[in-house]
Nanobody, 125 residues
Framework: QVQLVESGGGLVQAGGSLRLSCAAS????????MAWFRQAPGKEREFVAA????????YYGDSVKGRFTVSRDNAKNTVYLQMNSLNFVDTAVYYCAARGFTATIPREPSVYAIWGQGTQVTVSS
């Protein structure tokens, strides 16, 4: 059974940092695109960042570019999202997602087939 499990969310003050983890299990993800999305109350799910297991290419949404960093540890089958300089607008449930490799990184959540349960990030002012 394919499974993605996020962890690392919590409450942080504005300007602070958090690191989210996404542990993947149940199959080989070596050819997969791993992405992070977030969804705030009343808003659509938003693309945050993505990486490929091989090659190490990374991609970011405009609102997090320069503040967030996505990385992976192939040995642990885990993807990370380091979030720095957090502010109130970053408050959301953060989801890890996976899909088969494509030449371009899709940013639409509908094309990702595998999802984690989400982890809440709350930034206090």
């Amino acid at each position: 059974q394919v499974q993605l499990v996020e962890s690392g969310g919590g409450l942080v003050q504005a300007g602070g940092s958090l690191r989210l983890s996404c542990a993947a299990s149940g199959r080989t993800f070596s050819n997969y695109i791993m992405a992070w999305f977030r969804q705030a109350p009343g808003k659509e799910r938003e693309f945050v960042a993505a990486t490929t297991w091989t090659g190490g290419n990374t991609y970011y949404g405009d609102s997090v570019k320069g503040r967030f960093t996505v990385s992976r540890d192939n040995a642990k089958n885990t993807v990370y999202l380091q979030m720095n300089s957090l502010n109130f607008v970053d408050t959301a449930v953060y989801y890890c997602a996976a899909r088969g490799f494509t030449a371009t990184i899709p940013r639409e959540p509908s094309v990702y087939a595998i999802w984690g349960q989400g982890t809440q990030v709350t930034v206090s002012s």
